[in-house]
């Protein structure tokens, strides 16, 4: 598969979030990806069921937020992952956030 395959199979038309998706998770394949034979269990005693028209947005360091997102994909949630726009190695200068 192609970049824009996995794009399109990622955010199918008759989606709602699909208008939020953007190809930049996708723009650096193909990469070898590390093969996840166990996702971590998280509490989702919180979570409010699919279908209530509800968003949960996630905000957690690097593997943490993808773990949880395939977490939610799993209860039917549909991730609408959000990351930087480069690998590191391809960045020319790194700016550092702080807190507000």
């Known amino acids: 598969m192609d970049e824009s395959t996995v ?9 709602i979030w699909s208008p939020w998706v953007k190809p930049v998770l996708f723009a650096h394949l193909p990469r070898r990806l ?10 989702f005693s919180w ?8 968003a949960i947005v996630v ?8 773990f949880l997102g395939l977490a939610l994909a799993k209860k039917g ?8 726009s480069c690998p590191l190695q391809y960045c020319s200068q790194i700016t550092r956030l702080q807190r507000l």
């Open 7 to 15: 794009f399109d199979l990622w955010s199918p038309a008759d989606s």
């Open 34 to 43: 590390p093969i996840i034979t166990q996702l971590p269990t998280p509490d």
């Open 47 to 54: 979570v409010p069921p699919v279908g209530q028209g509800k």
């Open 59 to 66: 905000d957690l360091a690097g593997m943490d937020s993808v």
């Open 77 to 84: 949630y549909q991730p609408v992952p959000l990351f930087n």
